[in-house]
């Protein structure tokens, strides 16, 4: 028993050896509304990011670079979605050549996957916070949206940069916080692990979605910036002293269009950070670049693979959705 045991571990050791001599290449999409994303990655190496346009653009790249790289491992973000329904091709539809007549919002993640799903096998859509193993089950009891693929990307990138200065596991308690134009999200992380959260959140749009005032009246409100202003500052301010008395941690990494501002607002509470780039590295990739890096370490040793076991992702292989 020990012998066979002992010939597994050498087995494993010499794949492994074998897989990091040869070349490591995996795609990484983030689908997101009208903006698609694609970082093309090497052995953990930034090779390309390039913007995609819509379905058919997406197509042709990955065909493109499938043609001179065979079989890389592809991974999707959807960033409202976690794991989608069984995919089913409507009738009379192209999907592989992206003509689908219902190229909007999900129905364009959805052509996609389907196009994906019959041409290429090595393809995994990764899920939500919610359905990540180290989000206790308690804490999905009461809160639906924790967070989205496209946040468990970032964090990927962000976890990923830090273990290559060398952080520890351990240095790795922080809030993931993403602060757009009009809406914001909260990921929490503890030991390099993501451990609760909260999605995208429009502040002072949620009487509207309760019924508690009518539209028009709903419309006479948004006209003043200033009240806008004061919902989406105080709920901010309110969110994160609920978290930080939870989680009892000090340190902000902040991300998105008005991280400026935040940082700003937030300066004398909290110890802020502005995600981590390299100089030329375009902002607005982490996502893409995320989904890439777990692609990486799903199917090979090292770095990237040491950041997937950490987080617990548990990404869906397309041809496996039922």
């Known amino acids: 028993m020990a012998c066979n045991e002992e010939n597994r571990r050498n087995y494993k050791r010499i794949i492994d050896s074998l897989r990091s001599d040869t070349m490591v290449l995996s ?22 990011l390039r913007p995609l346009n819509d379905v058919r653009a997406a197509l042709e790249y990955v065909r493109h670079i499938c043609s001179f790289y065979p079989e890389p491992v592809i991974a999707v973000s959807a960033r409202k979605d976690g794991y989608p329904t069984h995919l089913t091709a409507t009738a009379n539809t192209s999907v592989s050549n992206g003509t689908s007549p219902h190229n909007h919002g999900e129905n364009k993640v959805h052509d996609f996957l389907l196009a994906l799903e019959s041409v290429y096998f090595n393809t995994y859509y990764l899920p939500s916070i919610r359905q990540l193993a180290s989000v206790p089950l308690y804490r999905k009891q009461y809160r639906l949206d924790m967070g989205s693929s496209g946040d468990l990307c970032a964090v990927t990138t962000l976890t ?3 273990r290559k200065q060398e952080a520890s596991w351990q240095e790795m308690r922080f809030f993931y916080l993403t602060a757009g134009c009009h809406s914001r999200s909260i990921i929490v992380v503890e030991d390099g692990r993501i451990v609760d959260g909260i999605g995208e959140t429009s502040a002072g749009f949620s009487t509207l979605q309760h019924g508690s005032i009518d539209h028009v009246a709903w419309q006479d409100i948004l006209k003043s910036e200033a009240i806008a202003e004061q919902a989406y500052w105080e709920s901010l301010t309110q969110d994160l002293a609920g978290l930080m008395a939870i989680h009892q941690l000090e340190d902000i990494v902040v991300n998105g269009q008005r991280k400026d501002n935040v940082i700003e607002w937030l300066n004398d509470r909290y110890q802020c950070y502005l995600f981590p780039r390299s100089d030329d590295e375009q902002p607005g990739y982490e996502v893409a670049i995320g989904a890439a890096i777990i692609a990486e370490g799903l199917y090979h040793p090292g770095l990237a693979n040491e950041v997937v076991e950490r987080l617990q992702t548990s990404p869906i292989k397309l041809g496996m959705l039922e």
Do not use: K, P, V
């Open 27 to 48: 795609i990484g999409i983030d689908c997101n509304g009208e903006d698609w994303r694609a970082s093309l990655l090497e052995n953990g190496r930034t090779l390309e």
């Open 160 to 162: 990923f940069r830090m």
